[in-house]
């Protein structure tokens, strides 16, 4: 960003505070990429009303690119016309946090949240790790835990994908309880109505595909067990040929590949990285895998509507468990119980079909997998909740 882009911000911050809003225009945005909820109901915002002005608020040129390419608006975040259509916007949508849109601009706007998926580890003001981010020391902590609470309170609604995750992520947020509705998020429309690409359908066609998503480690920090030794991947590629199965990995978009694979799991015939075939949203991958293996990812939650097996491996998982992320309560036991620790016995698992087995996980599944027509539930809500003109 030049020296003068930055310099013209604070202009944009007071027009965005002097100005009445436009009601019509709606921002979208997502700090990783272009995926996930706002993606989801941006996209179907923009393709079902002839009333809002909707636009998609890019990190890169590359993003801008992709979302225009597909026939929707979209401008660079970081842009004069970004702070433009931010400060005027009435509606401003986000997944992660305020940094998915321009965040000062954000806050005179009505702020509507989904949260990026079920919380397992601990976040906002339960987490340690949140509260460190400016120092560990008693006064940042308070620092910070005002700063988190003073955004998350110009959060004028949150849309939660289940009532467990609804009264979590509040009470870790500081949002008031009934400013959120437990209707399902946008991603779940996306899963069950989306077509797989030509590139997926060829790739898994007659073939049983298992999905290894394991999350993102803060500084890389994979424990030794992730390391697969060569016998270990001899064997490993024996199974899955043996099982006609194909290996996709799709790894968190905060993990650095080349880090990944100096642990040994490298491609191969029955093995691929899912970014090598331009495959980025998991999501899309849901419908034609047969099995997944995860660790502490609320993916758990949404592969489990498709009722397909799950296996958990987390060989860190005391690691997690007592660091500064934490983890809720409800889900200590779960991996003390189910997580497996070692590369033997995950293909132990793979072929003895030993899968994992929850109660709170089966139940909050299935209160998801009744959830239908999301994008338009949310539309309708925010139409009438607001009593605006959708």
């Given at each position: ?76 975040k970081n842009s004069f016309k970004g702070y433009w259509i931010a ?304």
């Amino acid at each position: 960003m030049t020296f003068f882009l930055k310099a013209t911000y604070p202009i944009f911050f007071l027009i965005s505070l002097a100005f009445p809003r436009k009601e019509s225009i709606w921002v979208f945005g997502n700090q990783k990429r272009y995926f996930d909820n706002t993606r989801y109901f941006f996209e179907y915002v923009s393709d079902t009303s002839e009333i809002i002005s909707a636009y998609w608020l890019a990190n890169t040129l590359d993003e801008l690119n992709e979302v225009s390419q597909l026939g929707y608006q979209a401008v660079l975040k970081n842009s004069f016309k970004g702070y433009w259509i931010a400060s005027r916007a009435g509606f401003s949508f986000i997944c992660n946090g305020f940094s998915d849109v321009s965040r000062l601009l954000a806050l005179k706007s009505k702020v509507i949240s989904f949260w990026h998926g079920t919380p397992i580890k601990k976040i906002y003001l339960d987490s340690k790790q949140d509260l460190q981010k400016l120092g560990s020391n008693k006064f940042s902590i308070f620092l910070s835990s005002l700063i988190l609470r003073f955004l998350n309170s110009n959060i004028n609604f949150y849309y939660a994908s289940n009532e467990f995750e609804r009264v979590k992520v509040t009470a870790a947020a500081a949002i008031k309880l009934e400013k959120s509705l437990a209707l399902g998020v946008p991603r779940f429309d996306f899963m069950r109505i989306s077509t797989p690409s030509d590139k997926i359908l060829e790739l898994t066609k007659n073939k049983n595909v298992i999905l290894f998503s394991p999350t993102w480690r803060k500084n890389e920090a994979w424990s030794e067990r992730h390391v697969i030794t060569a016998a270990e991947y001899a064997e490993l590629k024996n199974l899955l040929a043996s099982s006609n199965s194909l290996f996709i990995v799709k790894l968190h978009p905060l993990t650095k590949k080349e880090r990944f694979l100096s642990m040994g799991l490298l491609p191969s015939k029955n093995i691929i990285y899912s970014d090598d075939y331009g495959i980025n949203d998991i999501n899309s991958l849901y419908s034609v895998s047969d099995l997944m293996i995860t660790d502490l990812s609320s993916t758990i939650f949404d592969f489990c509507i498709f009722n397909k097996p799950i296996l958990i491996f987390m060989p860190d998982y005391k690691n997690y468990i007592e660091g500064e992320r934490g983890v809720y309560d409800e889900f200590v036991r779960l991996l003390e119980k189910n997580s497996l620790v070692s590369w033997k016995s995950l293909m132990e698992a793979i072929s003895s079909n030993s899968y994992l087995s929850n109660e709170l996980i089966a139940e909050v599944s299935l209160e998801s997998s009744r959830k239908q027509n999301v994008c338009q539930l949310i539309l309708s809500d925010i139409a009438t909740r607001f009593n605006t003109q959708v």
